[in-house]
């Protein structure tokens, strides 16, 4: 049981291009999500997906862009890379909404922005 | 909206000795509380989370914690820390008991423990 697998787990761009960070989870979750973490600031919610073919914006959505075309898989978009995107990126997944099931997180995906 | 305060960004402690980091909460309604953990280079891990019931709460690694709602606090403790325990903790809070969309994080506490 992989768990949450998010790849690359580390990467450097240059401003202005772009990339995908892929997200993958073996564990028929419904819901899965994206956050960054900068120092000093905790983890942000950048989107969420409640259910294949359905996301929405949590509290940083600005530059990012995502899509869930199968439950599995949530991959994050950058489309025109900016410095202050340089982040640590963490996707997680659990079963459902009920407050008694665990959030599972990947374990990171370093990028810097130069 | 919700909100957490961790009160102390770092907390240097002495091997055996005991801990508490801080953590209180704001929210319009009741919340479900949470505590993880993240070891450096690695993502989190649940430490434990108050849903109801008893407001003691216990979790892994011989971690507990208190859910005191008149003072919306929710404080993690330990009696005796270890090397292995050095890591960064935060504490985090849901109104829709923890699915993907709803966890609202502190921004930390790095916890460092002296031999």
């Known amino acids: 049981n992989a768990g949450v697998t998010q790849t690359p787990k580390f990467q450097v761009l240059k401003t202005g291009q772009s990339m995908t960070l892929q997200c993958a989870q073996d564990m028929n979750h419904e819901y899965m999500s994206w956050y960054r973490q900068d120092p000093g600031m905790g983890l942000r919610l950048i989107h969420y997906?409640?259910?294949?073919?359905?996301?929405d914006q949590g509290e940083v959505p600005n530059g990012y862009n995502v899509s869930r075309s199968t439950t599995e898989d949530f991959p994050l978009r950058l489309l025109s890379a900016a410095p202050s995107q340089t982040s640590v990126y963490f996707c997680?997944?659990?079963?459902?909404?009920?407050?008694?099931?665990?959030?599972?997180f990947g374990e990171g995906s370093w990028l810097t922005v130069v | 909206a919700q909100s957490v305060t961790q009160l102390d960004s770092q907390v240097p402690v002495f091997e055996e000795a005991p801990v508490e980091l801080r953590c209180n909460y704001s929210?319009?309604?009741?919340?479900?509380l949470f505590w993880y953990v993240q070891y450096p280079n690695q993502g989190l891990q649940l430490l434990l989370k108050?849903?109801?019931?008893?407001?003691l709460v216990k979790g892994i690694n011989g971690f507990e914690a208190e859910f005191n709602k008149s003072q919306t606090s929710f404080h993690l403790r330990k009696p005796s820390v270890h090397i292995s325990d050095t890591a960064e903790y935060f504490c985090a809070v849901s109104v829709s008991g923890g699915g993907a969309d709803g966890l609202t994080f502190g921004k930390g506490t790095h916890l460092i423990i002296q031999p």
């Open positions: 997680a997944s659990t079963f459902n909404r009920g407050p008694g099931n665990t959030i599972y």
């Open positions: 997906s409640v259910g294949a073919g359905i996301t």
């Open positions: 929210s319009s309604v009741s919340v479900y």
């Open positions: 108050y849903l109801s019931g008893s407001t």
